[in-house]
């Protein structure tokens, strides 16, 4: 298929394809995990990873896709380092291969208990990204994120980041917002703070529960109501709370030192232009997963059979992330908002966030409004001034830092 298919349509801009070279196998047991459960989807596998030859198609047709000159790997699970270092190092071989001239990129996320001085040096030495998943000082790590066998894992993941300081690797946080953190915003960032992470990105966990024949146990984003949420996903009133907390501390001292994803994509959506994250982007389907067997799906939290778009044995990666069901679920996004939310002042900024969470409904009753709405509202109102401040400086070619002297000046007015 070729490269100027995007020319017109939602994916103009790049597509991704995030890689599950161990499909949903992890050393520990979150109790949050969405993806885990993934596993029983496949039970006539046992082994659940990705092949050399898999591996090596899954990286020729990835690379030929893309309609630039960039190209970005990134490497998930389940947890990535089930796989040996082996298998990324043939990885870096095969990208070698195929570029074509184009610069290759990686990013892999992990949840750091795995990682050693042979791993970091390997991250540094070839410069990739790392993402750590961790949810803050001990108390709050702990409550969810355990083995197997109950042991809590902080100081495992504390060691991995350790040796990824040591070594020089470029790594950000991914913390995962639930009932039992949300209400210590101030703990939380602080933490971050403390070890050094100037890049972090917060997500909430919204999950209900929906037996499937299987045995899996979570709902996809078609299936149940806000009567099946899980009791560690986090309740609008404390999403909003916990960011309008953080953005507090963050607007008065950290602009342009600690960057924060959603308050950077919230920027974005003040000026006009597409976030640095799907949930607040007017249209989505430009991000989607491939298993270790091959199958491609939607997108990482539609890994869902009804939302499956095929296997690379079957069909090219490149048809699949621009076939018609693809351009349709990505519009859908817009296509499918509630009145409420078409009407919202602040839809340039929020777009409905993620479909996965539209499972609510709207102030009149209208079904697949975001479970999440009164949260985010209250926060766009509250951020409000100061992203309208940020917005003028950088018009002006003025860095957006200079909000925190704008507050200590008392906030006076000025022309916009």
């Known amino acids: 298929m070729e490269n100027n298919m995007a020319v017109g349509t939602p ?3 790049p597509a991704y394809v995030m890689a599950k070279p161990a499909g949903a196998l992890c050393n520990l047991a979150c109790k949050y995990c969405y993806y885990t459960e993934k596993s029983k989807l496949y039970p006539n596998n046992p082994r659940h990873v990705m092949s050399d030859e898999l591996l090596e198609r899954f990286t020729k047709e990835y690379i030929e896709m893309q309609t630039g000159p960039n190209v970005l790997f990134t490497w998930h699970g389940g947890e990535t380092m089930m796989r040996p270092l082996s298998f990324y190092q043939r990885a870096l071989e095969l990208q070698r291969k195929y570029a074509g001239g184009r610069s290759v990129d990686n990013a892999f996320q992990t949840n750091g208990t795995l990682i050693t001085p042979e791993w970091a040096k390997f991250f540094k ?7 750590v998943s961790i949810d803050g000082p001990q108390e709050f790590h702990d409550e969810y994120r355990r083995t197997r066998t109950g042991r809590p894992s902080f100081r495992q993941v504390m060691r991995g980041i350790d040796l990824l300081n040591r070594y020089g690797v470029e790594w950000n946080a991914m913390a995962v917002v639930n009932d ?44 149940g109501t806000v009567e099946e949420l899980t009791d560690f996903s986090v309740s609008p009133e404390q999403w909003g709370s916990f960011l309008c907390a953080l953005f507090d501390e963050w607007v008065k001292s950290d602009v342009g030192e600690y960057f924060i994803q959603t308050f950077d994509a919230t920027l974005a959506g003040w000026m006009g232009v597409p976030p640095s994250v799907c949930s607040l982007g007017e249209t989505c389907g430009h991000a989607g997963v491939i298993e270790f067997n091959g199958d491609v799906y939607a997108c990482d939290h539609y890994v869902f059979p009804e939302f499956k778009l095929g296997n690379i044995y079957e069909k090219s990666l490149a048809g699949m992330m621009y076939s018609p069901e693809q351009l349709k679920f990505g519009a859908g996004k817009r296509d499918l908002l509630t009145r409420q939310c078409r009407e919202c002042d602040f839809l340039f900024a929020c777009h409905g966030e993620c479909p996965r969470n539209r499972f609510a409904l709207s102030a009149d009753g209208e079904p697949g409004h975001n479970f999440l709405c009164t949260g985010y509202h209250r926060f766009f109102a509250h951020v409000a001034p100061y992203m309208d401040f940020m917005k003028y400086q950088l018009q002006h070619e003025q860095a957006p830092a200079r909000v925190m002297q704008w507050i200590r000046d008392g906030m006076p007015a000025y022309r916009k």
């Open 125 to 131: 030495d070839n410069g990739f990204l790392v993402g």
């Open 180 to 223: 039992f953190n949300a209400d210590y915003p101030l703990d939380f960032y602080h933490f971050f703070k403390e070890i050094g992470c100037h890049y972090i990105q917060f997500t909430p966990v919204v999950e209900r529960v929906w037996r499937h024949s299987d045995g899996r146990m979570l709902a996809s984003p078609i299936e």
């Open 11 to 13: 994916f103009a801009r």
